[in-house]
Nanobody, 124 residues
Framework: QVQLGESGGGLVQAGGSLRLSCAAHGRTFSTYTMGWFRQAPGKERELLAAIIWSGANTYYADSVKGRFTISRDNAKNTVYLQMNSLKPEDTAVYYC?????????????????WGQGTQVTVSS
């Protein structure tokens, strides 16, 4: 069992940066692939970035490639999403999730645990 909690969301102007954190509670955090998703009103949940247990492999959606960076600290049971050059279209609720599948490209249906989400709003 893994419990996840996101933090770091908020209101930022276009071009600004935010760093999201996802703290995990559970002894097996280091074995999970971790992903960051977002969901905007009226849109489907979108996988943005993922990182395997060791950090050796990552995945980024085209919409965030070059602007967002995912990282993890297994000693702190935490995964991060550094978001730079934010745009108004990045406005959404951001979720972290954990998957037992040991590869970076994992669909949402293969994620086993989800956080409650944190709101990110980018003003123009």
């Amino acid at each position: 069992q893994v419990q996840l909690g996101e933090s770091g969301g908020g209101l930022v102007q276009a071009g600004g940066s935010l760093r999201l954190s996802c703290a995990a509670h559970g002894r097996t955090f280091s074995t999970y692939t971790m992903g960051w998703f977002r969901q905007a009103p009226g849109k489907e949940r979108e996988l943005l970035a993922a990182i395997i247990w060791s950090g050796a492999n990552t995945y980024y959606a085209d919409s965030v490639k070059g602007r967002f960076t995912i990282s993890r600290d297994n000693a702190k049971n935490t995964v991060y999403l550094q978001m730079n050059s934010l745009k108004p279209e990045d406005t959404a609720v951001y979720y972290c999730a954990a998957s037992r599948v040991p590869i970076a490209v994992v669909p949402a249906t293969e994620y086993d645990y989800w956080g409650q989400g944190t709101q990110v709003t980018v003003s123009s």
